[in-house]
């Protein structure tokens, strides 16, 4: 049981690449979550996905796209990465409303 | 979604019970409150959850008044490695899915 699991764990891109940022859960929960996390700061919530099929905006949308691939699957993509984007983003899942959520080990962004 | 408030940080030595309150004013009926543990460069680990009077594990206790406006995180004789970022946040309960957002946690330095 792995619990979540992201790749890749470190990533260097130029401003304008696109990429994608993969997460996995096998404790078959239904929410997942994407947050991000910038130096001495608190996590903010990009997007999350209430269960197969459905995805909502959080917090901080804007410059990422969201695809809940399947029960298991989260993904999050930048179409045109630029410097602001340069955070540590986590995945998250839980099983139910009221349950804990269970974080991956995040995902180091650097855009240069 | 309601808000909630934390001491940006706090520091104790080793050995001491270190109390942190978290104000959630708005909480509604169904919420439950939940604390999270943040070491650096590792995603969030659930502590703990409440939905009133108290908790206790093996880890900490929560202590949550009648009126569950406010809650209080209790970690007894704390050593270096409690030291991490603490998150308090209030968690529908719903099989929905939840728009689960962090505040900027409170920092807590435990000192030798």
């Known amino acids: 049981n792995a619990g979540v699991t992201q790749t890749p764990k470190f990533q260097v891109l130029k401003t304008g690449q696109s990429m994608t940022l993969q997460c996995a859960q096998d404790m078959n929960h239904n929410s997942m979550y994407w947050y991000r996390q910038d130096p001495g700061m608190g996590l903010r919530l990009i997007y999350y996905?209430?269960?197969?099929?459905?995805?909502d905006k959080g917090e901080v949308p804007n410059g990422y796209n969201v695809s809940r691939l399947n029960k298991r699957e989260f993904s999050l993509r930048l179409e045109s990465a630029a410097p602001s984007q340069t955070s540590v983003y986590f995945c998250?899942?839980?099983?139910?409303?009221?349950?804990?959520?269970?974080f991956g080990p995040g995902t180091r962004l650097t855009v240069t | 979604l309601a808000k909630t408030t934390q001491p940006i940080s706090m520091d104790s030595y080793e050995g001491q019970e270190v109390n942190i309150t978290c104000s959630h004013n708005?909480?509604?009926?169904?919420?439950?409150i939940t604390w999270y543990q943040q070491f650096p460069s590792q995603g969030p680990r659930f502590i703990i959850q409440g939905y009133k009077t108290k908790v206790t594990n093996e880890v900490a206790s929560l202590f949550i008044p009648a009126d569950r406006k406010s809650s209080t995180l209790s970690l007894p004789r704390v050593s270096l490695s409690d030291t991490a970022v603490y998150y308090c946040l209030v968690v529908g309960n719903n099989n929905a899915g939840n728009m689960l957002t962090f505040g900027g946690g409170t920092r807590l330095m435990v000192k030798p």
């Open positions: 708005n909480i509604a009926t169904n919420d439950y």
């Open positions: 996905s209430a269960s197969e099929g459905t995805t």
């Open positions: 998250a899942s839980l099983l139910a409303g009221g349950d804990e959520q269970y």
